[in-house]
């Protein structure tokens, strides 16, 4: 059907103009909708934003829109300088690892790619050794509070892995996990490893998308986030928080405690705006819907970036 891509620019015009810049695997729905469209017109290896990428189930929009989150990479892109220590927890198959590894440069800059899911993982390797990279520490291991190992489940539907507290329980209240055997995965306190490579203090930028259990990640993290030139992005999806038995308050909580500032998107504005614990707690939340909040603690980086409101 590799004719049929000649309709594709056609297409990623119609995506874009409806999703407001967002992208569209933002809204579960949505995706499994135009989840046809993308087998149309898929590629096994396609070329987002200047490097190249194997893919596969699951991350077809790559090869039909190109781009995962306009504003996100935008911000990214703003927020990113050579010489930075960067690391990318639930790192997939690595879009926003060869971003970071782009923008940190090849001499001075380091980034860090955590992702415990071993098919993911694999394609993450192809993707970094394609492109030549020797920047990137890869390693397949998920970030909780205690080294060693825990329980993780598959999405019914292969889009991810969760944390699990209390696995006879969340399955029986869910249907979306296959009843399989639980894989065991390895998992590493963020804090001790970065300590252990004696670079805790150089790393000013992570993010963290783990469907689910980015509180956990932070309690893995708490001398990190005593970083003054840290910066976050980290996903913000409160059902699937209390579905790993997460509380969001705790989360929020953590992150001023570290006297950090949180912005919400508008994607429609193409903006990230200032937004309390209040407004963030009680703020509509769409259950087939998650976006990505920015977490910094010095406003004045922010002023010469378009993609913000202060």
């Not at 017109?41 to 190109?66: C, H, P, W």
């Not at 960067?86 to 440069?105: E, H, P, R, S, W």
């Not at 192809?126 to 970030?143: F, G």
């Not at 598959?154 to 329980?169: C, I, M, P, R």
């Amino acid at each position: 059907m590799g004719f049929l891509r000649l309709l594709l620019p056609s297409y990623k015009k119609t995506i874009e103009y409806f999703s407001n810049g967002k992208g569209y695997g933002k809204k579960k729905y949505v995706k499994k909708i135009l989840s046809f469209f993308n087998f149309i017109f898929k590629s096994n290896f396609v070329d987002v934003r200047g490097q190249k990428m194997y893919l596969i189930k699951g991350f077809e929009e790559y090869a039909t829109v190109g781009v995962y989150g306009v504003l996100d990479t935008h911000i990214v892109e703003s927020l990113i300088k050579p010489g930075d220590y960067a690391i990318d927890v639930g790192a997939a198959i690595g879009y926003f690892t060869l971003i970071f590894a782009k923008l940190v440069g090849k001499k001075n800059g380091l980034v860090i790619a955590f992702e415990p899911k071993a098919e993911r993982f694999e394609i993450l390797t192809k993707n970094v050794n394609v492109n030549n990279y020797k920047n990137i520490k890869l390693e397949k291991k998920a970030i909780l509070k205690d080294d060693g190992s825990s329980t993780f489940f598959s999405l019914s539907d292969g889009a991810g892995l969760h944390f699990v507290a209390n696995s006879d329980e969340f399955i029986n209240e869910s249907n979306s996990f296959e009843q399989k055997i639980p894989k065991e995965v390895s998992t590493i306190n963020l804090d001790k490893y970065l300590e252990d490579l004696d670079i805790l203090k150089k790393i000013s930028f992570m993010k963290i998308d783990v469907d689910g259990p980015e509180l956990l990640v932070l309690q893995s993290s708490e001398l990190l986030l005593q970083n003054s030139d840290l910066k976050i992005l980290i996903e913000w999806d409160v059902s699937s928080s209390k579905r790993c038995k997460c509380n969001p308050k705790t989360l929020i909580d953590i992150l001023l405690k570290n006297n950090f500032k949180i912005f919400y998107p508008n994607y429609k504005r193409n903006r990230f705006f200032q937004v309390s614990k209040n407004e963030l707690l009680t703020m509509p939340t769409n259950v087939n819907e998650t976006i990505n909040l920015i977490c910094v603690k010095d406003l004045s980086i922010l002023k010469k970036i378009s993609y913000f409101e202060i």
